[in-house]
T-cell receptor
Protein backbone atom coordinates (compact mmCIF):
# COMPACT_ATOMS: atom_id res chain seq x y z
CA UNK A 1 0.00 0.00 0.00
CA UNK A 2 1.55 3.32 -1.04
CA UNK A 3 2.20 5.76 1.78
CA UNK A 4 2.88 9.46 2.22
CA UNK A 5 4.87 10.30 5.35
CA UNK A 6 5.09 13.59 7.24
CA UNK A 7 7.29 14.97 10.00
CA UNK A 8 6.93 16.17 12.64
CA UNK A 9 3.57 14.86 13.78
CA UNK A 10 3.16 17.86 16.09
CA UNK A 11 4.91 21.21 16.03
CA UNK A 12 4.49 23.89 18.65
CA UNK A 13 5.91 27.34 17.89
CA UNK A 14 5.73 30.91 19.04
CA UNK A 15 3.99 33.52 16.92
CA UNK A 16 6.42 35.09 14.47
CA UNK A 17 8.71 32.07 14.29
CA UNK A 18 9.49 30.15 11.12
CA UNK A 19 8.43 26.53 10.76
CA UNK A 20 9.20 23.91 8.14
CA UNK A 21 6.89 20.98 7.65
CA UNK A 22 8.30 17.97 5.84
CA UNK A 23 6.74 15.34 3.63
CA UNK A 24 7.92 12.35 1.65
CA UNK A 25 5.40 11.74 -1.15
CA UNK A 26 4.88 8.45 -2.93
CA UNK A 27 7.98 7.86 -4.99
CA UNK A 28 6.55 7.59 -8.51
CA UNK A 29 3.99 10.37 -8.12
CA UNK A 30 4.39 13.66 -9.95
CA UNK A 31 1.83 16.01 -8.36
CA UNK A 32 2.38 17.18 -4.80
CA UNK A 33 0.07 19.19 -2.60
CA UNK A 34 -0.34 20.84 0.75
CA UNK A 35 -3.77 21.10 2.32
CA UNK A 36 -4.74 22.32 5.74
CA UNK A 37 -7.63 21.64 8.08
CA UNK A 38 -8.47 24.03 10.88
CA UNK A 39 -10.10 22.21 13.79
CA UNK A 40 -13.72 21.43 12.98
CA UNK A 41 -13.51 22.81 9.45
CA UNK A 42 -13.14 21.37 5.98
CA UNK A 43 -9.91 20.33 4.32
CA UNK A 44 -8.65 23.31 2.25
CA UNK A 45 -6.29 23.35 -0.70
CA UNK A 46 -3.16 25.45 -0.21
CA UNK A 47 -0.79 24.74 -3.08
CA UNK A 48 0.09 22.28 -5.80
CA UNK A 49 3.57 21.55 -7.09
CA UNK A 50 4.46 19.92 -10.39
CA UNK A 51 7.65 19.70 -12.41
CA UNK A 52 9.60 21.52 -9.71
CA UNK A 53 7.38 24.57 -9.60
CA UNK A 54 4.13 25.80 -8.10
CA UNK A 55 1.30 25.05 -10.50
CA UNK A 56 -1.53 26.57 -8.46
CA UNK A 57 -1.97 28.26 -5.12
CA UNK A 58 -4.99 29.34 -3.13
CA UNK A 59 -5.72 32.74 -1.62
CA UNK A 60 -4.53 31.35 1.72
CA UNK A 61 -1.06 30.72 0.31
CA UNK A 62 0.34 34.22 0.70
CA UNK A 63 3.93 35.47 0.79
CA UNK A 64 4.46 33.91 4.21
CA UNK A 65 4.27 30.45 2.67
CA UNK A 66 6.73 28.70 0.39
CA UNK A 67 7.26 25.17 -0.87
CA UNK A 68 10.33 23.32 -2.01
CA UNK A 69 11.33 19.95 -3.31
CA UNK A 70 15.01 20.11 -2.31
CA UNK A 71 15.85 16.60 -3.49
CA UNK A 72 14.19 13.68 -5.19
CA UNK A 73 12.18 12.60 -2.19
CA UNK A 74 11.31 15.43 0.21
CA UNK A 75 8.66 18.11 -0.18
CA UNK A 76 8.55 20.94 2.33
CA UNK A 77 6.18 23.70 3.38
CA UNK A 78 7.73 26.71 5.07
CA UNK A 79 5.82 29.35 6.99
CA UNK A 80 8.13 32.32 7.50
CA UNK A 81 6.42 34.18 10.31
CA UNK A 82 3.67 32.17 11.92
CA UNK A 83 0.41 33.70 13.08
CA UNK A 84 -2.10 32.37 15.60
CA UNK A 85 -4.51 31.63 12.75
CA UNK A 86 -1.97 29.30 11.12
CA UNK A 87 -2.76 26.75 13.84
CA UNK A 88 -4.19 23.75 11.96
CA UNK A 89 -3.48 20.26 10.69
CA UNK A 90 -1.35 20.40 7.57
CA UNK A 91 -1.62 17.50 5.16
CA UNK A 92 0.71 16.62 2.36
CA UNK A 93 -0.75 14.68 -0.57
CA UNK A 94 0.51 13.23 -3.81
CA UNK A 95 -1.02 12.00 -7.06
CA UNK A 96 0.32 10.06 -9.98
CA UNK A 97 0.11 11.21 -13.57
CA UNK A 98 -3.42 9.88 -14.01
CA UNK A 99 -4.71 11.86 -11.03
CA UNK A 100 -6.99 8.98 -10.23
CA UNK A 101 -6.31 8.78 -6.52
CA UNK A 102 -4.94 11.21 -4.03
CA UNK A 103 -3.00 9.83 -1.11
CA UNK A 104 -2.69 11.92 2.02
CA UNK A 105 -0.12 11.81 4.76
CA UNK A 106 -1.00 11.54 8.46
CA UNK A 107 -0.62 15.29 8.94
CA UNK A 108 1.37 17.70 11.08
CA UNK A 109 -0.53 19.44 13.83
CA UNK A 110 0.81 22.99 14.02
CA UNK A 111 0.10 24.93 17.18
CA UNK A 112 1.06 28.61 17.22
CA UNK A 113 1.16 30.20 20.66
CA UNK B 1 -17.50 28.43 -8.12
CA UNK B 2 -16.96 24.72 -7.51
CA UNK B 3 -18.74 23.51 -4.37
CA UNK B 4 -19.34 20.34 -2.43
CA UNK B 5 -22.14 19.89 0.13
CA UNK B 6 -22.41 16.82 2.30
CA UNK B 7 -25.40 15.64 4.30
CA UNK B 8 -26.20 14.81 6.96
CA UNK B 9 -23.53 16.51 9.06
CA UNK B 10 -23.74 13.68 11.56
CA UNK B 11 -25.35 10.26 11.54
CA UNK B 12 -25.77 7.76 14.34
CA UNK B 13 -26.55 4.16 13.40
CA UNK B 14 -27.00 0.93 15.26
CA UNK B 15 -24.67 -1.86 14.25
CA UNK B 16 -26.21 -3.57 11.22
CA UNK B 17 -28.45 -0.61 10.32
CA UNK B 18 -27.73 0.30 6.70
CA UNK B 19 -27.85 3.90 5.49
CA UNK B 20 -26.53 6.35 2.90
CA UNK B 21 -24.47 9.52 2.98
CA UNK B 22 -25.01 12.21 0.37
CA UNK B 23 -22.57 14.43 -1.49
CA UNK B 24 -23.99 17.12 -3.79
CA UNK B 25 -21.62 18.97 -6.03
CA UNK B 26 -21.44 21.93 -8.37
CA UNK B 27 -18.47 21.92 -10.68
CA UNK B 28 -17.80 23.38 -14.12
CA UNK B 29 -16.88 19.92 -15.38
CA UNK B 30 -16.25 16.84 -13.28
CA UNK B 31 -13.00 15.00 -13.69
CA UNK B 32 -13.42 12.82 -10.63
CA UNK B 33 -15.35 12.51 -7.36
CA UNK B 34 -13.40 11.16 -4.43
CA UNK B 35 -14.49 9.58 -1.17
CA UNK B 36 -12.21 9.49 1.85
CA UNK B 37 -12.48 8.22 5.40
CA UNK B 38 -10.92 10.34 8.14
CA UNK B 39 -10.36 9.18 11.70
CA UNK B 40 -9.86 11.79 14.46
CA UNK B 41 -6.43 13.42 14.26
CA UNK B 42 -5.47 11.48 11.14
CA UNK B 43 -5.12 12.17 7.45
CA UNK B 44 -7.85 11.33 4.92
CA UNK B 45 -7.70 7.71 3.81
CA UNK B 46 -8.53 7.17 0.13
CA UNK B 47 -11.58 5.00 -0.55
CA UNK B 48 -12.87 5.53 -4.11
CA UNK B 49 -12.74 7.69 -7.21
CA UNK B 50 -15.79 7.86 -9.50
CA UNK B 51 -15.63 9.43 -12.94
CA UNK B 52 -18.95 9.25 -14.74
CA UNK B 53 -22.66 9.13 -13.96
CA UNK B 54 -23.84 5.59 -13.34
CA UNK B 55 -20.51 4.38 -12.08
CA UNK B 56 -20.42 2.34 -8.87
CA UNK B 57 -17.52 1.11 -6.74
CA UNK B 58 -17.49 -1.16 -3.71
CA UNK B 59 -15.16 -1.89 -0.86
CA UNK B 60 -16.24 -4.20 1.93
CA UNK B 61 -19.43 -2.70 3.42
CA UNK B 62 -19.16 0.52 1.39
CA UNK B 63 -20.58 1.24 -2.05
CA UNK B 64 -20.25 4.58 -3.82
CA UNK B 65 -22.48 5.69 -6.66
CA UNK B 66 -22.45 8.77 -8.88
CA UNK B 67 -25.04 10.83 -10.75
CA UNK B 68 -24.59 14.10 -12.62
CA UNK B 69 -25.31 16.14 -9.49
CA UNK B 70 -24.54 13.95 -6.49
CA UNK B 71 -22.87 10.90 -5.09
CA UNK B 72 -24.01 8.50 -2.42
CA UNK B 73 -21.94 6.41 -0.08
CA UNK B 74 -24.03 3.43 0.96
CA UNK B 75 -23.02 1.60 4.13
CA UNK B 76 -24.43 -1.89 4.43
CA UNK B 77 -24.67 -3.55 7.84
CA UNK B 78 -22.15 -1.17 9.45
CA UNK B 79 -19.90 -2.16 12.31
CA UNK B 80 -18.53 0.06 15.09
CA UNK B 81 -15.16 0.17 13.31
CA UNK B 82 -16.86 2.03 10.44
CA UNK B 83 -17.25 5.03 12.75
CA UNK B 84 -15.35 7.94 11.20
CA UNK B 85 -15.85 11.13 9.23
CA UNK B 86 -16.49 10.47 5.55
CA UNK B 87 -15.27 13.17 3.20
CA UNK B 88 -16.31 13.82 -0.37
CA UNK B 89 -14.15 15.85 -2.77
CA UNK B 90 -14.36 16.85 -6.42
CA UNK B 91 -11.70 17.35 -9.01
CA UNK B 92 -12.59 19.70 -11.86
CA UNK B 93 -11.90 19.23 -15.54
CA UNK B 94 -9.48 21.58 -17.18
CA UNK B 95 -7.43 22.23 -14.10
CA UNK B 96 -3.73 21.77 -14.48
CA UNK B 97 -3.24 20.59 -10.94
CA UNK B 98 -5.86 17.91 -10.15
CA UNK B 99 -6.52 19.66 -6.83
CA UNK B 100 -9.40 18.46 -4.67
CA UNK B 101 -12.26 20.57 -3.32
CA UNK B 102 -13.69 19.05 -0.17
CA UNK B 103 -17.02 19.07 1.56
CA UNK B 104 -17.32 19.40 5.32
CA UNK B 105 -17.87 15.68 5.82
CA UNK B 106 -20.38 13.42 7.53
CA UNK B 107 -19.51 12.19 11.01
CA UNK B 108 -20.72 8.61 11.28
CA UNK B 109 -21.10 6.89 14.66
CA UNK B 110 -22.02 3.20 14.70
CA UNK B 111 -23.15 1.92 18.06
CA UNK B 112 -22.83 -1.75 19.04
Amino acid sequence: EPEVTQTPSHQVTQMGQEVILRCVPISNHLYFYWYRQILGQKVEFLVSFYNNEISEKSEIFDDQFSVERPDGSNFTLKIRSTKLEDSAMYFCASMGTSGTSGYFGPGTRLTVL
Amino acid sequence: EDQVTQSPEALRLQEGESSSLNCSYTVSGLRGLFWYRQDPGKGPEFLFTLYSAGEEKEKERLKATLTKKESFLHITAPKPEDSATYLCAVQALGGATNKLIFGTGTLLAVQP
